[in-house]
């Protein structure tokens, strides 16, 4: 099978657009009704539903922010009554308080469908053995994925993260052939299996992985594979838009489709809030299009991104996205070049030597300390070789980013774990 649903994912351009204008004019005419947050940001803009009479005119409805989200909390973008909701999820929010969507059982069952296009998109059916190690809890990682790979037919191990020992256990005993995970941890899982001296192509099933929930390069994409020898596919998601499914690599691995049919994209200028053209770099903002209990209308993601108008080979005509090149929110500024913490993961992961973690540490707005850890073998070899090893690393952050670091080389096991989303950037700054 390499369609969950044929019809949907390869419906004809026109049709799809057809179908998005319906939906996107049926949400609007809901959240006017029913959301009086929604309805005063429309007068405010001087639009209402009815003056949307094409998909272009969507740049005449006003953004949403995570701000609003925060309005009238944490009810106040919900279109249902409190009988009709069945799910909360939360992210963490920048204000103290957690993002906080609702889903009705509508909308778990339509998050699950989603998932179940993703999974038969990158050859996944029943017969294969899922290990789920994202967080079960508020986090929607874990759930969404869960529930799309049962409605499959997939086996689901339920193994949230951490436990590393565990982790490989499960995967031996039960035969596990794929694998949610972040990427972080997938990098010290698969250092963990060498460790143990257990060949992953001999001793494990695994076939493929998939990868997501922050961003990473298409050097950790590649470390991994060859690690574990296995497929690794990116998926992209936020808790705002159901979590996971979003955005998802087919067989091809060149971009993520969007399922626009779901989600109406657009990529703005971050500053201006003008779009960009298409197939340049900008901010992604989705807007809901089969979304019951909590629509958003043109949410800004902060994920910075791309379109790839073009066609896919494997016949989808949902468009695709670039990997996301970071969130406006991780840029950080050294010496007054904006840096984002992938380029230097890029780099890193394309070193042969280093090992699975880092760390970037800023104490200045003249200096950054880039902490990596390498592998074991190279401490109890020549100091040459350490200090070869090191200024290569300096010359080819400096190169990606134009400032050059300061770089600490450290032992496998020296940072932090994360199993989780990885916190990359220390900033001890305080002014
Ligand atoms: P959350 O709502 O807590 O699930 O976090 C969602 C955010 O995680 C997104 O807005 C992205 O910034 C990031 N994210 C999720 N999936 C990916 C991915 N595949 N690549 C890059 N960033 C991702
Ligand atoms: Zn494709």
């Known amino acids: 099978m390499q369609f969950w649903n044929k019809e949907a994912e390869t419906l004809k351009k026109q049709k799809l657009r057809e179908l998005q ?36 005119d969507v740049n005449k409805l006003p953004f949403t922010t995570k701000e609003d989200l925060y309005v009238d909390y944490p009810f106040g973008l919900v279109t249902l009554p409190i009988e009709k909701l069945i799910r909360l999820h939360t992210s963490s929010g ?108 001999r001793d494990l099933k695994l ?35 159901n979590g996971p499914g979003v955005g998802f690599e087919c067989k091809y691995k060149a971009g993520l489709h969007i399922w626009e049919d779901n989600f109406l994209m657009e990529v703005i200028n971050p500053d201006t809030g003008e779009p960009v053209k298409e197939g340049e770099i900008g901010e992604l903002v989705l807007t809901t299009l089969n979304r019951e209990a909590m629509p958003l209308i043109r949410y800004r993601t902060r994920d910075l991104t791309r379109i790839i108008p073009q066609p896919c080979k494997c016949g989808r005509t949902h468009r695709r996205i670039s990997r996301i090149l970071g969130r406006s929110d991780d840029m950080f500024i050294v010496k007054g070049v904006n840096i984002f913490p992938q380029q230097i993961e890029q780099v890193l992961m394309s070193i042969k030597g280093v090992a699975q973690n880092y760390q970037i540490v800023l104490e200045s707005y003249d200096e950054m300390t880039v902490k990596v850890e390498i592998d074991r073998e190279l401490f109890d070899g020549k100091i040459e070789r350490l200090i070869k090893m090191k200024e290569e690393i300096i010359d080819k952050i400096r190169s990606a980013t134009m400032v050059k670091p300061k770089v600490e080389l450290l032992e496998p096991g020296t940072l932090p774990i994360s199993e989780g989303k990885a916190k990359r950037v220390i900033d001890n700054r305080t002014i």
């Open 21 to 56: 204008l319906e939906r996107l004019k049926k949400t609007l005419r809901r959240v006017y009704q029913k959301v009086p947050h929604y309805r005063a940001k429309f007068q405010q803009a001087k639009v209402k539903p009815d003056d949307i009479k094409y998909l272009e």
């Open 207 to 241: 076939k493929r992985a998939y990868l997501g929930a922050e961003p990473y390069s298409e050097e950790t994409r590649k470390k991994i594979e060859d690690m574990l020898g296995i497929d690794i596919y990116n998926c992209y998601g936020l808790t705002e838009m």
């Open 94 to 201: 920048t204000t103290g308080k957690p993002k906080a969507i609702f889903f009705s059982k509508k909308d778990i069952n339509n998050s699950a469908e989603l998932i179940a296009r993703c999974l038969v998109m990158t050859g996944a059916k029943q017969g294969d053995i899922l290990q789920n190690s994202m967080t079960y809890g508020l986090f929607t990682g874990a759930f969404v994925m869960h529930y799309g790979a049962e409605k499959v037919g997939i086996l689901v191990i339920p193994a949230g993260p951490g436990n590393t020992e565990r982790q490989i256990n499960l995967m031996r005993d039960f035969g596990t052939t794929m694998i949610h995970i972040t990427p972080s941890y997938a990098l010290y899982v698969a250092s963990v299996i060498y460790d143990k001296g257990i060949d992953p192509r």
